[in-house]
């Protein structure tokens, strides 16, 4: 079981940047791949990031390459998503998900567990 706790939402303005945090429970996050999604209003829920289990591979959706980074810190049980320069179009709840270690995923279904999210506000 593995709970998680998204941090480091709020309102920036368009070409600012945020650090969200996904702090997790239990003493095997170390073997979970994990994601970050984000579902803006009146849309589904999108994939954004994926890092695996030991940090060597990562994958970001083209919408935020450049822009946003997925790291992790498996000693502070955390993973992170910077964003730079940041849009408008950016503006969603974020959420951060993991699943047993394997091959990245962008599905949705796929991911085991889930955080209650951040709201992002980036305003036009």
């Known amino acids: 079981q593995v709970q998680l706790v998204e941090s480091g939402g709020g309102l920036v303005q368009a070409g600012g940047s945020l650090r969200l945090s996904c702090a997790a429970s239990g003493r095997t996050f170390s073997r979970y791949d994990m994601g970050w999604f984000r579902q803006a209003p009146g849309k589904e829920r999108e994939f954004v990031a994926a890092i695996s289990w030991s940090g060597g591979s990562i994958y970001h959706v083209d919408s935020v390459k450049g822009r946003f980074t997925i790291s992790r810190d498996n000693a502070k049980n955390t993973v992170y998503l910077q964003m730079n320069s940041l849009r408008s179009e950016d503006t969603a709840v974020y959420y951060c998900?993991?699943?047993?270690?394997?091959?990245?995923?962008?599905?949705?279904?796929?991911?085991?567990?889930w955080g209650q999210g951040t709201q992002v506000t980036v305003p036009s």
């Open positions: 998900a993991a699943r047993r270690g394997g091959s990245l995923s962008i599905t949705i279904a796929s991911y085991d567990y």
